[in-house]
T-cell receptor, first 114, second 113 residues
Framework: DAGVTQSPTHLIKTRGQHVTLRCSPI?????VSWYQQVLGQGPQFIFQ???????GRGNFPDRFSARQFPNYSSELNVNALLLGDSALYLC?????????????FGDGTRLSIL | SQKIEQNSEALNIQEGKTATLTCNYT??????LQWYRQDPGRGPVFLLL?????KEKRKERLKVTFDTTLKQSLFHITASQPADSATYLC????????????FGRGTSLIVHP
């Protein structure tokens, strides 16, 4: 079975632009979460979606938004990009939301802001 | 605010020895704690979960302990191998409804042949 897939794998943008990152969860998984990981740090939670509804939001500005589609895939959108948005963006899926569900991660999108 | 501390310095050990990684947390009481492995350029991979009422959990060569009094989890790899070299992340799960994991910065483990 395919794991979590993310696209694109790498992306270069300039300040002020916007970006859309995409994620396809493992088949059967209904929950998708997004994380930002800067070099030398652990993943920082951005959003969690379950059954197309937002279930959690981390401490990120309103420039960050996301949505989940009927097929459970998800998009993360970031507007007005800043240099500090340069990071690895990870998507993780799980069977359900909450409790002790292990997160199954994709290999991320490496976003560089020039 | 919630804080998770993992050794920032890399842990270097010889093949065959037991590696012990530490995760300390402050200012909250997680109901669960997960451990993940992350290789360079890859996403984290789930290894083990331990509940607050479990003192110890084992999986093959891996062992995790969870001391809610000390607010600490220890992660052990016995009979370590060079293939175990990676960054290991601990992730206590807050119980504020959605049990979203909060990750530490991870500890790099290097196993020398």
């Amino acid at each position: 079975d395919a794991g979590v897939t993310q696209s694109p794998t790498h992306l270069i943008k300039t300040r002020g632009q916007h970006v859309t990152l995409r994620c396809s969860p493992i088949s059967g998984h209904k929950s998708v979460s997004w994380y930002q990981q800067v070099l030398g740090q652990g993943p920082q939670f951005i959003f969690q979606y379950y059954e197309k509804e937002e279930r959690g939001r981390g401490n990120f500005p309103d420039r960050f938004s996301a949505r989940q589609f009927p097929n459970y895939s998800s998009e993360l959108n970031v507007n007005a990009l800043l240099l500090g948005d340069s990071a690895l963006y990870l998507c993780a899926s799980s069977l359900q939301s909450g409790h002790n569900q292990p997160q199954h991660f994709g290999d991320g999108t490496r976003l560089s802001i020039l | 605010s919630q804080k998770i501390e993992q050794n920032s310095e890399a842990l270097n050990i010889q093949e065959g020895k037991t590696a012990t990684l530490t995760c300390n947390y402050t200012n909250y009481s997680p109901a669960y704690l997960q451990w993940y492995r992350q290789d360079p350029g890859r996403g984290p991979v789930f290894l083990l979960l331990i509940r607050e009422n479990e003192k110890e959990k084992r999986k093959e060569r891996l062992k995790v302990t969870f001391d809610t009094t000390l607010k600490q989890s220890l992660f052990h790899i016995t009979a370590s191998q060079p293939a175990d070299s990676a960054t290991y992340l601990c992730a206590p799960l807050s119980s504020g409804g959605s049990y979203i994991p909060t990750f530490g910065r991870g500890t790099s483990l290097i196993v020398h042949p």
